[in-house]
């Protein structure tokens, strides 16, 4: 995954269902115009993605 244009400063997660998949103190030092694998393992034949 890709995340393009400007990063909110501050704290991101990522969930699928109840499982956090990607956490990270500042979002925009840390992905903002860069690449990240986010691991589906966790899904086994339906997930919901939540980005907060």
Do not use: P
Request: charged share 20%; net charge negative.
């Amino acid at each position: 995954m890709r995340s393009t244009g400007y990063m909110h400063d501050g704290t991101c997660e990522v969930w699928l269902d109840d499982t956090m998949v990607i956490q990270y103190d500042n979002c925009h030092e840390a992905i903002s115009g860069k690449d990240y694998t986010i691991d589906y393992s966790s899904c086994t034949s339906t997930c919901t993605l939540y980005w907060f």
